[in-house]
């Protein structure tokens, strides 16, 4: 009994891994996995199998599904595993995975320990300067806090300007960003369902 409960388990953790956060992002793209397998060049029950812990994709599998979902290959990749006793509750500052691109002077980090929950956290770091010149719009409910600097938001067809301890609510709603101050302006924002 205790044998099978340990089978159990460890094949709970490694579902809990690339697996998970792999679906968690197929699902908020609205893709099947039909329509992701024939991206990246795979079949429906490799995919499948990916998703469930059961097989590892090599480093080129990853490049592609990176590819495909839009994605820096690094957010499949943590830093250094935390004890056993942690994964899946925990994330140490060392641990945190890189999301998205740093070319828009926007760097972003997933606070949450994984992408398999029904909202990630995020700390987000915008550049003096950088702005998101075009609208994005998606479909989520994101809540954010600014801890420092100072962050514009375009919303309702206005800017709106935050400081420190501010917070704010995007409902699916088109939104662009601004940072028109002189230091970087970090904030943390909530978004459901996740989208990394």
């Not at 991206?39 to 990916?50: A, D, H, I, P, Q």
């Not at 939104?175 to 970087?184: A, I, L, S, Y």
Request: glycine share 14%; charged share 25%; hydrophobic share 40%.
């Amino acid at each position: 009994m205790a044998q099978h409960q340990a089978a159990r388990l460890d094949e709970s953790a490694r579902a809990g891994g690339v697996g998970a956060d792999l679906r968690a992002l197929r699902r908020a793209r609205g893709l099947t996995l039909s329509a992701l397998a024939l991206r990246v060049g795979r079949s429906v029950g490799w995919l499948s199998e990916v998703e469930r812990g059961l097989t590892d994709p090599a480093i080129a599998d990853l490049r592609r599904i990176a590819s495909a979902l839009d994605q820096p290959l690094s957010l499949f990749f943590g830093g250094a595993p935390g004890p056993e006793h942690e994964r899946g509750h925990i994330v140490r500052a060392g641990a945190r995975r890189v999301l998205g691109s740093a070319g828009q002077g926007l760097r972003e980090e997933l606070l949450s320990p994984d992408l398999s929950g029904s909202f990630e956290i995020v700390r987000s770091v915008f550049e003096p300067g950088a702005e998101l010149a075009d609208e994005a719009r998606r479909p989520t409910e994101e809540a954010g806090y600014l801890v420092s600097g100072r962050l514009d938001l375009w919303l309702g067809g206005r800017w709106i300007g935050l400081g420190p301890g501010d917070s704010f609510r995007i409902r699916g709603e088109p939104f662009r960003w601004r940072n028109p101050g002189g230091e970087p302006a970090v904030a943390i924002w909530v978004i459901a369902p996740p989208v990394y």
